[in-house]
């Protein structure tokens, strides 16, 4: 274990976590998850479930990362997930955090400026970052993790699942899969995850469909590095120029251009550094950097037609990829791992039944082809050559950047549109889907802290007023305790003495977001101009009032659950009953139980 190499994601106790399989029945190795593909997303994949405990299998034919960064760009969200990773806590440090973007016309002129506005999670909006030393610190990081092997200079070949396996005979007890590697190695697993590219040969080995487009527009990317920023290039912009439409984007050491290019020209002669030199030279003296690499891409916006098939699943680039334009193919893969860490632990730990996988794809999916359209019409606008479509499209963006009140809006920082699950998939509970925020909280002990630095990878119950658990049926115990779910206690500043006794962290929400989280969610205090003054009949009496301290509440007025990865379940009114929580009719004491509604309705 390197001793450098910091694990930042709080070790939870795992009650029932059962030991990683060394053979299967057939005497095959045996793992929990094989990952095929240590590209970006199986690796964070494998990060996720080896944290967890799980035993994995990666395997990749490559023994290097990829020397040269596909993408550049992250958002907060992936930020957030990235940084409780091992191997990158430092991951802040090395990023340069986009403030602003601007959309330019020729002669670089600032048709629309972007403000990008705080975020309530804790991180930069936007970033970018250097793939290769991104890929290279996790994988440093996940060398640390015991369960995770990684087979290197090896690729998936075949799989043999038993026809029965997954939902159509639940009972088959053969719910595993043999994957067989090109040197002839075969390896067990109960679950495959393909994170093998675009190209994905496991999704071709299911006879998966890839519908969509493939663009014949060729985009020249060209990095540089560079001996310090690009003073006169500080932002990310789009240059709506239709003689040659471009990105300009900084990144940690240097910078990157992307350049259309025309129908008539040559790929092959538009990389020679005398071209690559002519493109740059409005920008940059070519002589002042150092170009690191080029290269000519062209895009696709497509989703395979499944992305689960029995015990083998596609994930990242094998399940969905689509247009650079806003900056999300890698995140949308990154997404689909934290979706699927989590639901994965559950079933292998026994928790839940297979088909909580079946919400994997749903959810996904639907944020997939959100992201997809985005970018499809980004790009429209982008790539626009017709003079008067552009012109016109010039109009409209100078026309709303000069519009009083509107300018300001726009460059004080546009609201950030935050992914939620769609309501039908997220579940009937109010606020179900919401990304749980990141606020600062003061702990009892007077230390300030983000509320991710309370959380683990568990699921989380947030109590308003109260220890989440002091309410709930005995079955609701048992299903946090064997989740090991992280319970906290939160109440308005000034208010810390009414959690005294409780058992679970007590904290001050500084400035008010959990509480409003907590109770704007309920319909009936919608429209509460903080939310805060509804904890006051929650109070034993201020210390020093005179009034005689009351016990403390017995149960939480509101209790926010929320999933491992920082989706709320929703909010309870009253303290969530056994029944109400997912997976709970699949564990084994509640086998006599009827099912509850929200257990078919998040799946
Ligand atoms: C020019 C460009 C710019 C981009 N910019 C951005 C951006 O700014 N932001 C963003 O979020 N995304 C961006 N993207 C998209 C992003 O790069 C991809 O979505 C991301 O790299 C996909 O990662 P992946 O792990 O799914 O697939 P890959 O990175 O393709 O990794 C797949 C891995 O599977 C391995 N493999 C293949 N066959 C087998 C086999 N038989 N067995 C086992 N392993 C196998 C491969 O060797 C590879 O290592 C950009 C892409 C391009 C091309």
């Given at each position: 274990?390197?001793?450098?190499?910091?694990?930042?994601?709080?070790?939870?106790?795992?009650?029932?976590?059962?030991?990683?399989?060394?053979?299967?029945?057939?005497?095959?190795?045996?793992?929990?998850?094989?990952?095929?593909?240590?590209?970006?997303?199986?690796?964070?994949?494998a990060?996720?479930?080896?944290?967890?405990?799980?035993?994995?299998?990666?395997?990749?034919?490559?023994?290097?990362?990829?020397?040269?960064?596909?993408?550049?760009?992250?958002?907060?969200?992936?930020?957030?997930l990235l940084?409780?990773?091992?191997?990158?806590?430092?991951?802040?440090?090395?990023?340069?955090?986009?403030?602003?973007?601007?959309?330019?016309?020729?002669?670089?002129?600032?048709?629309?400026?972007?403000?990008?506005?705080?975020?309530?999670?804790?991180?930069?909006?936007a970033?970018?970052?250097h793939?290769?030393?991104?890929?290279?610190?996790?994988?440093?990081g996940?060398?640390?993790?015991?369960?995770?092997?990684?087979?290197?200079?090896?690729?998936?070949?075949?799989?043999?699942?038993?026809?029965?396996?997954?939902?159509?005979?639940?009972?088959?007890?053969?719910?595993?899969?043999t994957?067989?590697?090109?040197?002839?190695?075969?390896?067990?697993?109960?679950?495959?995850?393909?994170?093998?590219?675009a190209?994905?040969?496991?999704?071709?080995?299911?006879?998966i469909?890839?519908?969509?487009?493939?663009?014949?527009?060729?985009?020249?990317?060209?990095?540089?590095?560079?001996?310090a920023?690009?003073?006169?290039?500080?932002y990310?912009?789009?240059?709506c120029?239709?003689?040659?439409?471009?990105?300009?984007?900084?990144?940690?050491?240097?910078?990157?251009?992307?350049?259309?290019?025309?129908?008539?020209?040559?790929?092959?002669?538009?990389?020679?550094?005398?071209?690559?030199?002519?493109?740059?030279?409005?920008?940059?003296?070519?002589?002042?950097?150092?170009?690191?690499?080029?290269?000519?891409?062209t895009f696709?916006?497509?989703?395979?037609?499944?992305?689960?098939?029995?015990?083998?699943?596609?994930?990242?680039?094998?399940?969905?990829?689509?247009?650079?334009?806003?900056?999300?193919?890698?995140?949308?893969?990154?997404?689909?791992?934290?979706?699927?860490?989590?639901?994965?632990?559950?079933?292998?730990r026994?928790?839940?039944?297979?088909d909580?996988?079946?919400?994997?794809?749903?959810?996904?999916r639907?944020?997939?082809?959100?992201?997809?359209?985005?970018?499809?019409?980004?790009?429209?606008?982008?790539?626009?050559?017709?003079?008067?479509?552009?012109?016109?499209?010039?109009?409209?963006?100078?026309?709303?950047?000069?519009?009083?009140?509107?300018?300001?809006?726009?460059?004080?920082?546009?609201?950030?549109q935050r992914?939620?699950?769609?309501?039908?998939?997220?579940?009937?509970?109010?606020?179900?889907?919401?990304?749980?925020?990141?606020?600062?909280?003061?702990?009892?002990?007077?230390?300030?802290?983000?509320?991710?630095?309370?959380?683990?990878?568990?699921?989380?119950?947030?109590?308003?007023?109260?220890?989440?658990?002091?309410?709930?049926?005995p079955?609701?115990?048992?299903?946090?305790?064997r989740?090991?779910?992280?319970?906290?206690?939160?109440?308005?500043?000034?208010?810390?003495?009414?959690?005294?006794?409780?058992?679970?962290?007590?904290?001050?929400?500084?400035?008010?977001?959990?509480?409003?989280?907590?109770?704007?969610?309920h319909?009936?205090?919608?429209?509460?101009?903080?939310?805060?003054?509804?904890?006051?009949?929650?109070g034993?009496?201020?210390?020093?009032?005179?009034?005689a301290p009351?016990?403390?509440?017995?149960?939480?007025?509101r209790?926010?659950?929320?999933?491992?990865?920082?989706?709320?379940?929703?909010?309870?009114?009253?303290?969530?009953?056994?029944?109400?929580?997912?997976?709970?009719?699949?564990?084994?004491?509640?086998?006599?139980?009827?099912?509850?509604?929200?257990?078919?309705?998040?799946?």
């Amino acid at each position: 274990m390197d001793d450098d190499v910091q694990v930042l994601m709080p070790v939870r106790s795992a009650p029932s976590l059962p030991p990683p399989r060394v053979a299967g029945a057939s005497g095959d190795p045996e793992v929990d998850v094989l990952i095929a593909g240590y590209g970006p997303v199986g690796a964070v994949l494998a990060a996720l479930l080896g944290g967890r405990g799980l035993s994995v299998a990666v395997v990749e034919p490559r023994h290097e990362p990829t020397p040269l960064p596909r993408a550049v760009g992250v958002d907060e969200e992936i930020l957030r997930l990235l940084v409780r990773l091992p191997g990158l806590a430092g991951l802040l440090d090395h990023v340069h955090a986009g403030g602003r973007q601007m959309i330019l016309g020729p002669g670089r002129r600032v048709l629309l400026e972007l403000g990008l506005g705080e975020s309530d999670l804790g991180m930069p909006v936007a970033a970018f970052f250097h793939q290769p030393t991104f890929e290279r610190d996790l994988r440093a990081g996940i060398a640390t993790l015991p369960t995770v092997q990684v087979h290197r200079g090896r690729a998936v070949t075949a799989l043999h699942q038993p026809p029965a396996a997954g939902r159509d005979n639940p009972a088959h007890h053969e719910d595993a899969v043999t994957v067989e590697l090109d040197d002839g190695a075969r390896l067990r697993a109960r679950w495959v995850v393909g994170c093998d590219g675009a190209s994905s040969p496991v999704r071709r080995m299911l006879g998966i469909g890839y519908g969509g487009t493939t663009f014949a527009q060729r985009w020249l990317v060209v990095d540089v590095a560079t001996p310090a920023p690009l003073a006169h290039l500080p932002y990310f912009a789009f240059s709506c120029d239709p003689q040659r439409p471009s990105v300009t984007i900084p990144t940690p050491g240097g910078h990157r251009w992307e350049w259309m290019l025309l129908p008539d020209e040559d790929p092959q002669q538009m990389t020679t550094p005398a071209s690559v030199r002519a493109l740059l030279r409005p920008w940059v003296d070519p002589d002042q950097v150092q170009i690191t690499r080029t290269a000519v891409f062209t895009f696709q916006a497509r989703t395979a037609d499944r992305w689960r098939q029995g015990h083998v699943l596609l994930a990242g680039d094998a399940a969905h990829s689509m247009p650079p334009f806003s900056g999300q193919g890698l995140g949308a893969g990154i997404r689909d791992a934290a979706a699927l860490a989590w639901r994965l632990e559950e079933i292998l730990r026994g928790l839940a039944g297979d088909d909580l996988l079946d919400g994997y794809e749903r959810e996904r999916r639907r944020h997939v082809e959100t992201v997809i359209a985005g970018a499809l019409r980004i790009g429209r606008l982008v790539q626009t050559t017709n003079p008067t479509l552009s012109r016109l499209t010039r109009t409209i963006l100078f026309t709303l950047d000069r519009t009083p009140g509107l300018r300001q809006a726009l460059r004080g920082g546009v609201t950030h549109q935050r992914p939620r699950l769609p309501g039908r998939i997220a579940g009937p509970l109010p606020g179900a889907g919401v990304v749980l925020p990141n606020p600062r909280l003061r702990t009892l002990d007077g230390h300030l802290r983000r509320l991710d630095d309370l959380l683990t990878d568990a699921w989380t119950l947030i109590g308003l007023g109260a220890d989440p658990v002091a309410g709930l049926d005995p079955m609701a115990r048992a299903w946090a305790d064997r989740r090991a779910a992280t319970t906290l206690a939160v109440v308005a500043p000034g208010d810390l003495h009414i959690l005294a006794g409780v058992t679970c962290p007590a904290l001050e929400d500084l400035d008010g977001t959990l509480i409003r989280l907590l109770t704007h969610s309920h319909p009936h205090h919608a429209g509460h101009a903080s939310g805060l003054g509804h904890l006051g009949h929650l109070g034993r009496g201020r210390p020093g009032t005179g009034s005689a301290p009351r016990p403390p509440r017995v149960s939480a007025t509101r209790v926010a659950v929320v999933r491992p990865d920082r989706f709320l379940l929703g909010v309870f009114s009253t303290p969530p009953r056994g029944i109400d929580l997912p997976g709970f009719a699949d564990s084994p004491a509640a086998q006599t139980s009827p099912v509850p509604i929200l257990l078919r309705s998040i799946r």
